[in-house]
């Protein structure tokens, strides 16, 4: 999502009639949990009805999430060019791997339009995938996929694939996820007189409330791990998603060669955990509008925490892969000839594609607050969006 100031709730836009309705009704469904919780509930488990409850939640209704329409820009809406440098990374992985059929699993491809610009940049340099699998959870999102999709020559879409769970065999090939695990449900916490507190949510009269309570044993030793013997005030709040080590892990379990790209906006442990990162890294987005109240328009807004790399790496190198690059958005795309996708007949056009490039470029939009990071699986070289950067030892 392209980076924006925050805004105050007081500013978002008024609610349609039916925007209202879908939310009172996941409202009515969080408080049901809060009551079946004994009055407290987990904020992961909130952002797990909020998020991706069937039919309520905000990534299974039928919101138009993505675009200028939409709550947020991801880089392959904002330009093919994206796309077109992901393509020559899979060519680069292609090239390497040498395997009789080569995948390539997208998660979560929202409009397809990352998708589209793969294979039509693969179509174009002879080279597409055996198959082009996509994991999505939403049948809302999955039918719009179709719907693009199906515009490609009927050659290249006939290899697209839809899937509901990651696929039961191990294939050789590349996993594409941009902006995916910012998305998974992340507990939140505090730090109060020097104990740690986990936040949760309530039910109040009107509507919903943050509440803290005591870290139970496993959330505290992971803290306690993760932050002994930093210098955070009190009062201190940020965010940690257990559930990422287990996604990397399933997703190791079925690349039998190849990598494994995560493009998404985040950081390092030690700048993830930085003192004066005192508010933490959650992030609410609703209709172009960024705002930090997890709890306004409940199933209308998207609900996302920065990446921990650091947390991401390790758990790759514990099922046994290799993290062979992490660098910037900018340096991916610049090591993966961006600049010499500028050039164009006309003079408007190449305007255009210029400014499309400085917003996925500059470090005031998408440039370095996203990250790139590569996993590998019997690859020796360095993946070629990464060789102009590295920022691994930050890890």
């Known amino acids: 999502m392209t980076s924006r100031a925050r805004s105050s709730?007081?500013?978002l836009a008024p609610l349609t009639a039916e925007e209202a309705e879908q939310s009172l009704r996941v409202l009515t469904a969080v408080r049901a949990a809060i009551e079946a919780a004994g009055g407290w509930l987990p904020f992961d488990d909130y952002l797990r009805i909020v998020l991706y409850a069937p039919g309520l939640g905000y990534y299974s209704a039928g919101a138009t999430k993505f675009g200028a329409a939409g709550d947020?820009?991801?880089?392959?809406?904002?330009?093919?060019?994206?796309?077109?440098?992901?393509?020559?990374?899979?060519l680069d992985v292609m090239a390497a791997v040498q395997v009789p059929e080569f995948c390539i699993l997208e998660l979560g491809a929202g409009t397809a339009a990352l998708a589209a610009d793969v294979l039509a940049a693969l179509a174009a340099a002879d080279r597409l995938p055996d198959r082009y699998l996509i994991l999505e959870v939403s049948a809302e999102l999955r039918a719009r996929q179709r719907a693009r999709l199906a515009q490609l020559p009927a050659s290249i879409a006939a290899r697209v694939h839809w899937l509901e769970t990651l696929p039961a065999e191990p294939f050789d090939g590349l996993i594409l996820a941009n902006e995916v695990a910012d998305a998974l449900p992340f507990k939140r916490f505090r730090i109060d007189a020097a104990a740690y507190e986990e936040i949760g949510v309530i039910a109040q009269q009107g509507g919903?409330?943050?509440?803290?309570?005591?870290?139970?044993?496993?959330?505290?030793?992971?803290?306690?791990?993760?932050?002994d013997g930093l210098p955070l005030p009190e009062g201190y709040v940020s965010e940690l998603c257990p559930l990422l080590g287990g996604w990397i892990t399933a997703l190791a379990a079925v690349l039998r060669r190849g990598a494994v790209l995560l493009f998404d906006y985040g950081l390092s442990r030690p700048e993830y955990y930085h003192p004066e990162r005192s508010a933490g890294t959650l992030r609410c987005h609703f209709r172009q509008r960024a705002h930090d109240d997890a709890l306004w328009y409940p199933g209308l807004t998207d609900i996302t925490a920065w990446v921990d790399f650091t947390r991401a790496a390790e758990a790759a190198v514990d099922a046994d892969l290799a993290v062979a690059g992490y660098c910037t958005q900018a340096a991916f795309l610049l090591a993966t000839g961006i600049e010499s996708m500028l050039a164009a007949d006309c003079a408007v056009e190449r305007a255009r594609l210029a400014s499309q490039a400085r917003q996925l470029l500059l470090p005031g939009e998408m440039g370095e607050v996203f990250k790139a990071l590569a996993l590998t699986r019997g690859l020796d070289a360095t993946p070629l969006g990464f060789r102009l950067q590295d920022l691994?030892?930050?890890?």
Do not use: K, M, Y
């Open 392 to 395: 691994r030892r930050q890890l």
């Open 9 to 11: 709730t007081s500013r």
């Open 72 to 90: 947020f820009v991801t880089a392959p809406e904002l330009s093919s060019l994206f796309g077109a440098c992901v393509a020559r990374q899979c």
């Open 208 to 227: 919903l409330a943050l509440a803290g309570r005591s870290a139970d044993p496993v959330l505290a030793a992971e803290l306690v791990r993760l932050l």
